[in-house]
């Protein structure tokens, strides 16, 4: 289905060793330089003295100027933007006490509190938040807030961003929901941490990917080792019908395989098998019935199976020919459980049948 960049999103468009390319192109970039590329020059009056984070020049011209609190440059960052980037705190307040506007986007669709958020603000993000400012407006790669701050392994941010509303289950273009993204990311404190805090450990991305065949699609034994503890489906299949065991043998991962064939054989009952149809009846029934027609076996064993009868009787509920009509018995040999007879004088070669 694509292989994934080592940021979040699949690369489309590419064939993999272990899937069908889609064909479609799509921008892995979110997470790369998350703050501004500035040029001065470029900038206003305003945009500077907020970009540089003197006070006193922003309070002058906003005294003696009506530049416009919402003007935008070039790439559409507005003074709000450009403060919270740089962690200008005291010009994010005074911006903010003159009523700018809080969801003005940029030109990846980012509020000035993903930005803050992005450049690992707290101080100007919380600023954001005290006074109204929605945590879950998804920029142009369908982030938001709290996968910035999931991404960024900040749990002091993430904290704050969950008590003012954010959405733990919000998804990005990728369809990764941000405990998705921890387990990709190998984030492993946020990854326990978002557990903690009740996330949906069943989500899975737009390929129907869980965060089990994730971990597995990274190498990450922590991550499986994790996973597994939390007793997630390993038995899920994604779009392709794989699962994360068939993406673990076709990577030759050893140890994770291992992982998962110790995990299946200490917490998976044996009866669940889908391969388990004649388990429970002995191999003397297949023994026995040699030689008679394969409807007789079949019916035999299914008897044995769903009666719970003894494979004699459920040989013999067929209703056509019978373990007596093949091997006669004498009267003093008996017939156990097991259906193990001796014919010495039948069949001298065989002593067990």
């Given at each position: 289905?694509?292989?994934?960049?080592?940021?979040?999103?699949?690369?489309?468009?590419?064939?993999?060793?272990?899937?069908?390319?889609?064909?479609?192109?799509?921008?892995?970039?979110?997470?790369?330089?998350?703050?501004?590329?500035?040029?001065?020059?470029?900038?206003?009056?305003?945009?500077?003295?907020?970009w540089r984070g003197t006070v006193p020049?922003?309070?002058?011209?906003?005294?003696?100027?009506?530049?416009?609190?919402?003007?935008?440059?070039?790439?559409?960052?507005?003074?709000?933007?450009?403060?919270?980037?740089?962690?200008?705190?005291?010009?994010?307040?005074?911006?903010?006490?003159r009523s700018c506007q809080l969801h003005?986007?940029?030109?990846?669709?980012?509020?000035?509190?993903?930005?803050?958020?992005?450049?690992?603000?707290?101080?100007?993000?919380?600023?954001?938040?005290?006074?109204?400012?929605?945590?879950?407006?998804?920029?142009?790669?369908?982030?938001?807030?709290?996968?910035?701050?999931?991404?960024?392994?900040?749990?002091?941010?993430?904290?704050?961003?969950?008590?003012?509303?954010?959405?733990?289950?919000?998804?990005?273009?990728?369809?990764?929901?941000?405990?998705?993204?921890?387990?990709?990311?190998q984030k492993q404190q946020m990854v326990?941490?978002?557990?903690?805090?009740?996330?949906?450990?069943?989500?899975?991305?737009?390929?129907?990917?869980?965060?089990?065949?994730?971990?597995?699609?990274?190498?990450?034994?922590?991550?499986?080792?994790?996973?597994?503890?939390?007793?997630?489906?390993?038995?899920?299949?994604?779009?392709?019908?794989?699962?994360?065991?068939?993406?673990?043998?076709?990577?030759?991962?050893?140890?994770?395989?291992?992982?998962?064939?110790?995990?299946?054989?200490?917490?998976?009952?044996?009866?669940?098998?889908?391969?388990?149809?004649?388990?429970?009846?002995?191999?003397?029934?297949?023994?026995?019935?040699?030689?008679?027609?394969?409807?007789?076996?079949?019916?035999?064993?299914?008897?044995?199976?769903?009666?719970?009868?003894?494979?004699?009787?459920?040989?013999?509920?067929?209703?056509?020919?019978?373990?007596?009509?093949?091997?006669?018995?004498?009267?003093?040999?008996?017939?156990?459980?097991?259906?193990?007879?001796?014919?010495?004088?039948?069949?001298?070669?065989?002593?067990?049948?």
């Amino acid at each position: 289905m694509g292989k994934w960049c080592c940021r979040c999103f699949p690369c489309y468009g590419r064939s993999s060793e272990d899937g069908v390319g889609c064909g479609a192109e799509h921008n892995d970039g979110a997470f790369l330089e998350p703050g501004y590329d500035v040029c001065l020059e470029d900038l206003g009056d305003l945009h500077r003295a907020a970009w540089r984070g003197t006070v006193p020049r922003v309070e002058l011209i906003l005294m003696l100027r009506n530049p416009g609190l919402d003007k935008r440059d070039k790439k559409k960052r507005t003074a709000l933007h450009l403060a919270c980037a740089k962690g200008h705190s005291e010009v994010v307040k005074l911006l903010l006490h003159r009523s700018c506007q809080l969801h003005v986007l940029d030109g990846e669709k980012r509020t000035a509190l993903i930005k803050a958020v992005q450049c690992q603000k707290e101080e100007c993000a919380t600023i954001l938040l005290e006074h109204g400012t929605d945590p879950n407006i998804p920029d142009v790669y369908g982030n938001t807030t709290l996968h910035y701050a999931i991404y960024n392994e900040d749990k002091s941010m993430t904290e704050k961003l969950l008590s003012y509303g954010a959405n733990i289950e919000s998804e990005n273009k990728g369809g990764l929901t941000p405990f998705l993204l921890a387990v990709h990311e190998q984030k492993q404190q946020m990854v326990e941490f978002l557990v903690k805090k009740k996330a949906n450990l069943n989500a899975v991305d737009n390929f129907k990917r869980t965060a089990l065949i994730l971990a597995v699609r990274c190498g990450s034994e922590i991550m499986v080792s994790i996973l597994l503890q939390l007793n997630i489906d390993v038995f899920s299949q994604d779009m392709c019908g794989r699962t994360a065991e068939d993406y673990a043998v076709s990577s030759h991962y050893i140890k994770i395989c291992q992982q998962l064939s110790d995990y299946k054989e200490k917490n998976v009952p044996r009866n669940n098998s889908k391969n388990s149809n004649l388990e429970g009846t002995s191999n003397e029934i297949v023994c026995l019935a040699e030689g008679t027609s394969n409807e007789v076996a079949a019916k035999g064993a299914a008897s044995a199976k769903v009666d719970g009868r003894s494979e004699d009787s459920a040989i013999r509920f067929s209703g056509k020919q019978t373990i007596d009509d093949i091997l006669p018995t004498s009267d003093n040999e008996d017939i156990d459980s097991d259906i193990k007879i001796q014919h010495p004088r039948q069949n001298p070669d065989k002593t067990e049948i």
